[in-house]
């Protein structure tokens, strides 16, 4: 079956410094990888979307510069950021696109202090 | 820009009751329709799809999707404690790259 490893699953960082997280693909290629954030007592935002052979497709709200997303190839995708500050916080998912279904991440939880 | 509403926000039911969960959605192109659940401090893990207009029927879960009506909506059968969760209806479009979410059900099955 499909299935999408996220790591680190939570991480801490200092108010103004970046982090990096991690989505790796196995048992399958996928075509598109999206990148979402869950803010506390919060649905989950779409930041943007990534598909083969497409540019990366930011969000209202979100930007490239604050939140960089690399997708080298159909199993792997990352996704930084920059100059994390407390509204950062929250679970960051990454799904990715198997067929008609996404399947998504463990999540990566930041917390910033 | 596809708005995706849930209803209720938050709903206590009794063990053994049936729970129904709604879901309404702004862009009548859309295409694939999911219920995820989630667990505190998890990542959803998906229940059911639905890509037609209809139901489906899992164990206790039944799925209905009325694409005519924006509507479509979870039906848990027999609740017990361990579906108390927070439910996310999730839709995309055209060709089902975009699935946006929606704002959330919170599911309190009371013993």
């Known amino acids: 079956g499909a299935l999408v490893y996220q790591y680190p699953r939570r991480t801490i960082c200092k108010s103004g410094t970046s982090m990096r997280m991690e989505c790796q693909a196995v048992?399958?290629?996928?075509?598109?990888v999206a990148w979402y954030r869950q803010s506390p007592q919060k649905t989950f935002e779409l930041i943007a979307l990534?598909?083969?052979?497409?540019?990366?497709?930011?969000e209202q709200n979100f930007t490239q510069e604050k939140f960089p997303i690399s997708h080298p190839n159909l199993s792997f995708s990352s996704m930084t950021v920059l100059n994390a500050y407390l509204e950062d916080r929250g679970l960051y998912l990454c799904?990715?696109?198997?067929?008609?279904?996404?399947?998504f991440g463990s999540g990566t939880r930041l917390l910033v202090i | 820009q596809q708005n995706v509403q849930q209803s209720p926000e938050s709903l206590i039911v009794p063990e053994g009751a049936r729970t129904s969960l709604n879901c309404t959605f702004s862009?009548?192109?859309?295409?694939y329709f999911w219920w995820y659940r989630q667990h505190s401090g998890k990542a959803p893990k998906a229940l059911m799809?639905?890509?037609?207009?209809g139901e489906k029927e899992e164990g206790r879960f039944t799925i209905h999707l009325n694409k005519a009506s924006l509507h479509f909506s979870l039906h848990i059968r027999d609740s017990q404690p361990s579906d108390s969760a927070l439910y996310l209806c999730?839709?995309?479009?055209?060709?089902?790259?975009?699935?946006?979410f929606g704002s959330g059900t919170r599911l309190l099955v009371s013993p």
């Open positions: 799904g990715a696109r198997d067929g008609s279904d996404y399947t």
């Open positions: 048992g399958f290629q996928a075509t598109s």
């Open positions: 990534s598909t083969v052979n497409s540019a990366i497709k930011y």
């Open positions: 862009d009548s192109a859309s295409q």
């Open positions: 799809s639905i890509f037609s207009n």
């Open positions: 999730a839709v995309s479009g055209t060709g089902g790259y975009k699935v946006v």
